[in-house]
């Protein structure tokens, strides 16, 4: 029984950390927003809940490890749409391939973008700014699967 225990509570604290992280959200508000105490227990015993698949009151390791593979799964998903989003955004032609010519032109874009000056060159700081600035953005507006930002100047 006290396995029982310890798989639960871990199970709990597994929700109780996912839950930290999602913020409530109402259809005309999104972002964080205030919550009672309630409203979050309330969230965690249906998360937790949901992990008891054979509904008999308790979480154990076989059922934890499910959760994990599901949630493991849906972030291979996520990963491989981003991904695809990333690749089409560079095929700018619609080829189903990407070439040199349009994976120069989109970084080259993203780099005059940095340039906050206009003056051709990217400084450190602009580097910084420009990096902060496109967190997040680049999985949509265009970074390729496996590419990184490398400090570059133009001239």
Same mark, same amino acid.
């Given at each position: ?6 798989v639960l509570s871990a199970a709990a604290l597994i ?70 989003? %990333?690749?089409? +955004?560079? #095929?700018? *032609? =619609? /080829? !189903?391939?990407?070439?040199?010519? &349009?994976?120069?032109?989109? @970084?080259?874009? %993203?780099?005059? +973008?940095? #340039?906050? *000056? =206009? /003056? !051709?060159?990217?400084?450190?700081? &602009?580097?910084?700014?420009? @990096? ?9 507006? =265009? ?13």
């Amino acid at each position: 029984m006290s396995t029982r225990i310890l798989v639960l509570s871990a199970a709990a604290l597994i929700a109780l950390g996912v839950n930290a992280a999602e913020p409530v959200t109402s259809p005309a508000k999104v972002g964080p927003q205030a919550q009672t105490i309630e409203q979050a227990r309330s969230r965690i015993n249906n998360d937790v809940s949901a992990m008891d698949l054979n509904r008999d009151g308790f979480i154990d390791a076989n059922e934890l490890s499910a959760r994990r593979d599901q949630r493991k799964a849906e972030r291979q998903r996520r990963r491989a749409e981003r991904a695809q989003q %990333r690749f089409a +955004a560079f #095929d700018t *032609d =619609g /080829d !189903g391939k990407v070439s040199v010519v &349009e994976v120069t032109a989109a @970084r080259t874009a %993203r780099l005059q +973008a940095m #340039d906050a *000056d =206009g /003056d !051709g060159t990217i400084t450190p700081q &602009e580097f910084r700014q420009g @990096r902060r600035g496109m967190r997040g953005k680049h999985h949509r507006a =265009g970074m390729p699967v496996g590419a990184s930002m490398h400090e570059e100047r133009i001239h």
